[in-house]
């Protein structure tokens, strides 16, 4: 039987490391759907200075859109961009890494598992680091893109003990990355009870996105235990 061969990982022993020194990571996710080639320069020089990585991804953006996208960002950023996919057709080579997303918050077949063996064929013929990342969606006061297309329930903020319970499953399945998503476009972002419950119970760095608008919402999600937080939507619309 082949063997997948994989490049020496960097971007996960990297990200362990940065936290490891009390680094703080940032992240821009970037969905290519939004993004305009023809200004890509412009766009990229509004990144924050302390942006680390850069996301890639949509909830229904294509292959080439996506190959054509991390394309330009890797000639104009030097920093890691890493596929943040809304489906298996988002996977391309040009990037990084993978965040290989498994919805576990939900019980759609399709973004638990089925999203991830379509993807294989792909996969296994790629030299590209991939990250198992236990995905949750949580409740952000709006039906987001995410909920709409996985047809499952975000869990609400209020559900504590869930999201834990739900994250530590994650983790001891032998996910690398727990990643709470309020969905883009959220009307507020996850609350320091919930973040600071899940980083607690963790061995695991914890992603944070969604609803995140101004850079005190992203402090208190840093200081409640976010390893990575993630800003889309407000980079987007030049708010942040």
């Known amino acids: 039987m082949k063997v997948r061969t994989q490049q020496s990982p960097v971007v996960y022993p990297q990200l362990l490391a ?3 020194q009390g680094k703080k990571l940032f992240a821009i996710l970037i969905d290519p759907d939004d993004f305009d080639l023809a200004i890509a320069k412009e ?7 302390f942006t680390t990585h850069i996301f890639v991804g949509g909830s229904t953006a294509n292959y080439q859109d996506t190959r054509s996208t991390v394309q330009v960002i890797k000639k104009l950023v030097n920093l890691p961009v890493v596929i943040f996919p809304g489906n298996h057709a988002q996977i391309t080579a040009e990037a990084d890494a ?5 919805l576990i918050s939900g019980d759609n ?7 991830q063996i379509k993807a294989v064929n792909t996969l296994k013929d790629l030299e590209l680091e991939v990250i198992p990342t236990g995905y949750i969606l949580i409740d952000g006061g709006t039906v987001s893109t995410v909920q709409k297309i996985s047809g499952t329930r975000p869990i609400p903020q209020g559900e504590v003990s869930q999201i834990v319970h739900t994250a530590l499953a994650g983790q001891y399945s032998g996910k690398q990355l727990i990643y709470l998503e309020a969905g883009s476009g959220a009307r507020f972002p996850i609350g320091q009870q ?3 419950a899940v ?3 963790l061995d695991i760095p914890l992603i944070v996105g969604g609803g995140i608008r101004d850079r005190d919402q992203l402090k208190m999600a840093h200081s409640a235990g976010a390893d990575i937080v993630v800003v889309g939507t407000a980079f987007e619309n030049n708010e942040f």
Do not use: M, T
Request: charged share 15%; glycine share 0%.
């Open 18 to 20: 940065a936290i490891e």
């Open 43 to 49: 766009i990229l020089s509004q990144l924050p200075s």
């Open 98 to 102: 993978l965040l290989f997303l498994s």
């Open 109 to 115: 077949p399709e973004y638990l598992i089925n999203q």
């Open 194 to 196: 919930v973040i600071n």
């Open 199 to 201: 980083k607690d119970a």
